[in-house]
């Protein structure tokens, strides 16, 4: 189970922190990414880690922006975002697979958290 939080709202140009917290298995054996859906779009990738965190690979809308990173030994995944756009608005999902490969497809991804809602203000 993945557990998703540090959703809030935000001013343009802020920072928040998502963590992914897995419960009931091993984070260190899936990698591990970020999705987002904002209302009335299709959800999208934002960002993935291979299991042991040293490839990252991040959409180019949040390149230099968002950071994703992990902590195997706390089994949790994170999402720094600075500089915070109101285009960034959306639910965020994270999501872990099996397969350690870089992908950007929702159908590679195994397990998927219950999202938090990242608001942010103009």
């Known amino acids: 189970q993945l557990q998703a939080s540090g959703g809030g709202l935000v001013q343009a140009g802020g920072s928040l922190r998502l963590s992914c917290a897995a419960s009931?298995?091993?984070?260190?054996?899936?990698?591990g990414a970020w999705f987002r859906q904002a209302p009335g779009k299709e959800r999208e990738f934002v960002a993935h880690?291979?299991?042991?965190?040293?490839?990252?690979y991040c959409t180019d809308s949040v390149k230099g922006r968002f950071t994703i990173s992990r902590d195997n030994a706390e089994n949790t995944v994170y999402l720094q975002m600075n500089t915070l756009k109101p285009g960034d608005t959306a639910i965020y999902y994270c999501?872990?697979?099996?397969?350690?490969?870089?992908?950007?497809?929702?159908?590679?991804?195994?397990?998927w958290g219950q999202g938090t809602l990242v608001t942010v203000s103009s």
């Open positions: 880690i291979s299991r042991g965190g040293s490839l990252t």
């Open positions: 009931g298995r091993t984070f260190s054996s899936y990698a």
């Open positions: 999501a872990a697979a099996t397969k350690n490969v870089r992908s950007t497809q929702i159908e590679d991804y195994n397990y």
